[in-house]
């Protein structure tokens, strides 16, 4: 979340259109993508922003990622988020409340030949991060004289079933559970300041997520799902002031299932490869844009690849 003076009413009223008109033109699932490159930097105390999500993306990741994989048959996944971030302060140190609501549609096709479509609300996301070291809480001044070395966040994420869902139907944008993301985001940066033309920053991003039961699931009576494991790396690097390139990489495995206590035998393990591109168009606004594709997956890991546009509107 980076920061920004507080816009004129005639600017907020232009980002405001900007976000329906990227909402419109790129319609975008959940973090098929992991958290992203830069997710929990430091930013100014109090500070609020509109976070405009898009994702395009094909292979067999369901259409909120955190949930496993569709099985043998791929599927186009085309979405929304619109998200909210407020940044707060905990005994002197910066974390954000981030309210994400997923939307779009998710085809897949059919042993038949035919393609099923389903469009509706994913399972809403209420996230949390909290600095526990390197990320003191600061004003917008002190923010843009800040040395930083190395930060550290826990990260929580509580995923709600509010998505469509039903047990008959080959694709689905909610997954009929709840579900507890951890993780512990951290990053080395070499730079003068956040705002360094030529900053530098090697992140990482460990995270779990466990899953409650599916009491619905398309075959018997009740589905549970291991827990499953992230590993997430980033090395960016600004060019200028305005812009700022990142390699990016991502490592998932378990999840594996079990259907009324049998194991469904579908372990996961992928590595995928990316990279971003983000660039500031002004003080409040800026657009960051994703690509991932898989480099490596056992028969029941992630495959496909996605693309993902972040629009950020700075309050």
């Known amino acids: 979340m980076s920061a920004g003076r507080r816009p004129a009413p005639w600017r907020l009223a232009t980002l405001w259109t900007a976000a329906v008109l990227v909402y419109l033109m790129w319609p975008a699932a ?11 930097e430091l930013a100014p105390a109090g500070s609020q922003a509109i976070n405009v999500y898009g994702l395009i993306g094909s292979g067999n990741s369901s259409f909120d990622p955190g949930a496993g994989v569709l099985g043998a048959v791929d599927a186009d996944l085309f979405g929304s988020i619109i998200e909210y971030v407020r940044g707060f302060t905990v005994a002197g140190n910066a974390g954000s409340l ?21 469009s509706g609300l994913g399972d809403m996301q209420l996230t949390a991060a909290f600095g526990l070291l ?17 930060g550290l966040s826990l990260l929580t994420r509580l995923y709600i079933p509010t998505g469509a869902y039903s047990p008959n139907s080959p694709v689905n944008l909610g997954q009929n559970r709840w579900a507890l993301q951890l993780g512990l985001p951290c990053a080395y940066y070499l730079g003068e300041s956040l705002s360094d033309p030529s900053l530098t920053s090697f992140e990482f991003i460990p995270s779990v997520i466990w899953y409650g039961d599916n009491t619905e699931p398309p075959s018997g009576n009740r589905s549970t799902e291991a827990p499953l494991l992230q590993l997430e790396g980033h090395i960016t ?41 983000s660039v500031a168009l002004s003080d409040a606004v800026s ?17 496909g690849h996605a693309i993902r546009l972040i629009a950020e509107f700075s309050l």
Do not use: C, M
Request: hydrophobic share 35%.
């Open 237 to 277: 690097r600004n060019l200028n002031p305005s812009i700022w390139l990142s390699l990016d990489a991502l490592f998932v495995q378990g999840g594996e299932t079990t259907t009324d206590g049998v194991s469904d035998h579908n372990r996961q393990r992928s590595f995928s490869v990316g990279v971003t591109a």
């Open 287 to 303: 657009a960051t844009l994703s690509y991932i594709g898989e480099a490596r997956r056992n028969d029941e890991g992630l495959r």
């Open 98 to 118: 981030i309210v994400s609501l997923p939307f779009g549609e998710a085809r897949r096709s059919v042993e038949s030949g035919q393609t099923v479509a389903r």
């Open 30 to 40: 959940a973090r098929a993508q992991g958290e992203g490159a830069r997710a929990y």
């Open 134 to 150: 390197g990320s003191p809480a600061l004003s917008e001044k002190e923010y843009e004289a800040y040395h930083p070395r190395v």
